[in-house]
């Protein structure tokens, strides 16, 4: 069976950076189980698994653009220590949830911390940057009514509800 929409895909993957180190894998564990087509996974390596089958395997380098977009400047901004009311101790790698320019909600993270001025950025952290996966196809099945129903896979690999 292919990879098409709609259908369980489980894989396993290592992701490296382009100096080679390992930023993310499945490697010693379960294989990653998305619903192919619904977005549950970086656009670029989507588009490379269409059409795979389980046994298949594929190197796959994915520009910003297919993975987490470009690094924006725009989403950088420097706020004052009294935006963040009740939390006592602010560090640096700190991430909290704010609205966003297009006013939804958004993760930024505490880049910075001069005196009462905190420097909080909103980019992906893996935004700007290629991304290179080793991928193995595991399995590929169909997705019941209910994963479709809800845009993600259920059960083992997958969401719990």
């Known amino acids: 069976m292919q990879i098409a929409a709609n259908k369980a895909v489980s894989i396993d993957y290592t992701l490296t950076n382009d100096a080679g180190e390992v930023i ?3 490697a ?17 390596l989507e588009k490379a698994l269409a059409g795979k089958q389980a046994g298949d395997e ?13 690094y924006s400047a725009e989403l950088v901004a420097t706020l004052n220590r009294s ?5 006592e101790e602010l560090e640096v790698g700190m991430q909290f949830h704010a609205s966003g ?10 880049r910075d911390i001069e005196g009462d001025d905190v420097i909080v950025d909103g980019n992906h952290p893996l935004a700007g940057q290629r991304l290179n996966f ?7 099945r169909e997705a019941n009514a209910e994963e479709i129903a809800h845009g993600h896979i259920h059960g ?3 969401h719990h509800h």
Do not use: C
């Open 24 to 26: 993310d894998s499945s």
């Open 28 to 44: 010693g564990g379960a294989p990653l189980v998305y619903l192919h087509g619904a977005g549950n996974i970086i656009v670029g």
């Open 58 to 70: 594929l190197s796959v380098a994915i520009e910003p653009a297919d993975a987490y977009g470009e």
């Open 83 to 87: 935006m963040f009311e009740g939390v």
């Open 101 to 110: 320019p297009d006013g939804g909600m958004q993760i930024v993270t505490i």
């Open 134 to 140: 080793q991928v193995k196809v595991v399995d590929v």
């Open 156 to 158: 083992e690999g997958g």
